[in-house]
Nanobody, 118 residues
């Protein structure tokens, strides 16, 4: 059984910053891609940022230059540093990882709410 646990969401004013963290636990042999998604009310799930096993990163156009994804392979964690937050960044943010346990599995965290409002 593999689990992802997120932390770090909350309420922040426009222009502020938040850092989301995600830790994987359980029977883990290796982790391929780790990523952050978000879903705003009435909107589809959106890929925000991804960090591949080879060290490559990618970002949604809407967050480029403001968000930074990082990863610590020794701790099986990923973080999303979010700067210059805007009201349109408000959403539930989900951590996702493709994990080699006894088999390869695609795992999701429970989600953490980010609200950007004055």
């Amino acid at each position: 059984q593999v689990q992802l646990v997120e932390s770090g969401g909350g309420l922040v004013q426009p222009g502020g910053s938040l850092r989301l963290s995600c830790a994987a636990s359980g029977r883990i042999f290796s982790i391929d891609n780790m990523a952050w998604y978000r879903r705003a009310p009435g909107e589809p799930l959106e890929l925000v940022a991804a960090y591949g096993n080879a060290g490559t990163t990618s970002y949604a156009d809407s967050v480029k230059g403001r968000f930074t994804i990082s990863r610590d392979n020794t701790k099986n964690t990923t973080s999303l540093q979010m700067n210059d937050l805007k009201p349109e960044d408000s959403a539930v943010y989900y951590c996702n990882a493709r994990v080699k346990s006894t088999i390869w599995v695609n795992v999701w965290g429970q989600g953490t709410q980010v609200t950007v409002s004055s």
